[in-house]
């Protein structure tokens, strides 16, 4: 292996392996931001293809998950022969390890033969009947004993709760690591929180449970709250240089990237524009980036050193997912891990004392 696990990601994969000996399609993994959710993957991959002689799909939900997942790939596993399938990339490969975004992958079933394990990428965006759903059927036809791993920083869905439990896809958690833990570890930065402004979202329509998007819109493209947006940034963010700003919708993120006199990404714009902002954010070029919701999920730029949140929400996931964008790291916390087992083991201890 060209990349040396963390302790914490070598516990992790131990208890994956072993959940998946003791049988069952479905195992999850509860892993936040900067865990390495996608070098664990690897490292299973690796394992997988070379012990066992599997032939593994990795689905993202985002092309630019595709990409990422391919970079960690090569880093862990570089004899691998590895494949991107993706319409939206220009690349439709299948070989012995594939990575593909659900919505191509579904598409083209009739070329997935005898897989051995699917590994889903923030997992809780699967619904109850979608193509994810669709893929493994059509694998678990051809091979009943396909294990399925689902790894998620936010094991839970709105308006559902937890994605695991009694009568759910998902029995329990093979391996869970929390924000907090991750925090104390070392592995993430502690984070403050300011509030420039309580925005009156009273007349905002509510659909399953959260904001309707085209009211919130409305409301939040308002001069404002755009003014707002700015007014935090000069007052709270003049020393940070990566500045990540999430918005509600297309036009919203227009309209406040004007604003703010810098560039937004979005859906609608052509795949070399968008990537050309993304790169100008990601290497420090740009200092401010403001996105919709296609950042929002996975995003790995760990320069990001600021969130502004111009996108209020209900959901409790995507609350999450939007201010992990800002907390990796850049410095080695292996030694503070050690550091945090030790303090565990002595708690563990202490509380068996005091039960005697």
Request: one cysteine or more; aromatic letters at 8%; a positive charge.
């Amino acid at each position: 292996m060209s990349v040396k696990l963390r302790p914490i990601q070598e516990e992790c994969l131990e208890s994956v392996i072993s959940s998946f000996k003791s049988g069952g399609t479905y195992h999850l993994v509860q892993a936040p931001v900067a865990f390495g959710k996608t070098i664990l993957a690897s490292a299973l991959i690796q394992k997988a293809v070379q012990k066992w002689g599997a032939k593994c799909l990795f689905l993202a939900h985002l092309q630019e998950l595709v990409l990422q997942t391919e970079e960690k790939l090569k880093a862990v596993a570089p004899e691998i022969d590895c494949g991107i399938f993706g319409a939206g990339l220009g690349r439709k490969e299948i070989k012995t390890v594939t990575i593909g975004t659900k919505q191509s992958i579904v598409r083209a079933l009739d070329r997935l033969v005898d897989i051995n394990l699917i590994i889903i990428d923030e997992v809780h965006v699967m619904g109850k009947n979608d193509d994810y759903l669709k893929i493994i059927k059509h694998c678990l036809a051809q091979n009943p004993r396909l294990r399925v791993l689902g790894v998620t920083g936010t094991p839970f869905r709105l308006g559902e709760g937890y994605i695991y439990g009694d009568d759910k896809r998902w029995a329990d958690l093979v391996h869970y690591t929390t924000l907090d833990q991750m925090i104390e570890i070392g592995y993430l930065s502690p984070y403050r929180y300011k509030m420039a402004c309580s925005p009156d979202l009273s007349k905002v329509k509510k659909s399953a449970g959260e904001f309707n998007i085209g009211d919130l819109s409305d409301e939040m493209i308002k001069e404002y709250h755009m003014g707002s947006v700015k007014q935090a940034i000069d007052e709270h963010a003049q020393a940070r240089k990566s500045i990540m700003v999430f918005a509600v919708t297309i036009e919203h993120a227009e309209a406040l990237a004007e604003f703010l006199g810098c560039e937004a990404v979005h859906s609608k714009l052509d795949k070399d524009t968008w990537r050309d902002r993304v790169d100008r954010f990601k290497s420090g070029v740009a200092r401010i980036l403001v996105n919709v919701t296609q950042l929002s999920i996975g995003f790995d730029a760990p320069r990001i050193d600021c969130i502004v949140l111009a996108r209020p929400t209900m959901s409790p996931a995507l609350f999450v997912q939007m201010i992990g964008r800002s907390l990796r790291i850049h410095v080695d916390c292996d030694s503070l891990y050690n550091k945090y087992l030790q303090k565990r083991a002595l708690d563990v201890q202490s509380q068996s004392t005091i039960g005697i």
